[in-house]
């Protein structure tokens, strides 16, 4: 999170707490079967990743107007999966605390980084979003970055799937010791002090 120290700072004045809603805003929901968010650990002499599709939350935004853009992702930590059981009841219970803290949240405030233009139909568009990150119950500011893509229907819209949605990928780090998670050495878990984590969502729109 250190490379984000100085675009917090400078953006710190303007990320407000309040959220609006506004005439021309789409709101998507997530569809958790067609989602993933992973944890990438990499440690000495051992490596694996942990992987969940218990997510949920929304995108909200005006195609013309990115400043309104509202993202907010709800995991929850209780159906993480390694691919071996004892290490994951050892994370759960002894570093991440899911009884005490189940999910992992993140919910934008503002944009850091303006995109160059309008989200067009069937392209990606590259963001910056500034908000919150908890975890382990600890909330810091964090800015990551997000590749959205708005898939519509009919021919051309280079998609399997022919249904309207809205496609969201972001990759970024976090730091154990900054939200005073634990960090394991021994016996059935190790883990580095840097995460890579990377979201995956697929948002459909909203019936309402």
């Known amino acids: 999170m250190k490379q984000f120290t100085t ?28 989602s993933e968010v992973r944890f990438d650990s990499k440690a000495p002499m051992e490596s694996f ?13 005006d195609d013309d107007n990115f400043a309104n853009l509202h993202l907010k992702v709800e995991v929850d930590l209780t ?12 994370m ?7 009884d005490k803290y189940p999910k992992a949240v993140f919910e934008s405030r ?3 980084k303006e995109a160059s233009g309008p989200l067009r139909p069937n392209e990606t568009t590259s963001l910056v979003l500034a908000g919150t990150f908890t975890l382990h119950g600890v909330t810091r500011e964090m800015a990551i970055p997000v590749e959205v893509r708005k898939v519509t229907a009919g021919p051309g819209a280079g998609d399997n799937d022919a249904s309207p949605h ?6 970024f780090p976090i730091e154990l ?23 995956r969502l697929r948002l459909v729109k909203d019936a309402d």
Do not use: W
Not at 7 to 34: C, H, R, W
Not at 49 to 61: I, L, P, S
Not at 92 to 98: A, C, F, G, M, V
Not at 166 to 171: E, Q, W
């Open 177 to 199: 010791d900054a939200f005073e998670i634990p960090r394991p050495k021994f016996l059935v878990l190790k883990l580095d002090e840097t995460q890579k984590i990377t979201l």
């Open 79 to 90: 159906q993480l999966t390694t691919g071996i059981k004892l290490r994951d009841r050892h």
């Open 110 to 112: 503002a944009l850091a």
């Open 7 to 34: 675009l917090i700072v400078v953006l710190g004045a303007a990320l407000g707490t309040a959220s609006f809603v506004f005439a021309d805003d789409e709101v998507y929901m997530i569809d958790g079967e067609a």
């Open 49 to 61: 990743h942990g992987e969940t599709n218990a997510v949920t939350g929304f995108v909200r935004f």
């Open 92 to 98: 759960r219970e002894n570093h991440l605390h899911t």
């Open 166 to 171: 809205i496609d969201v990928v972001s990759v």
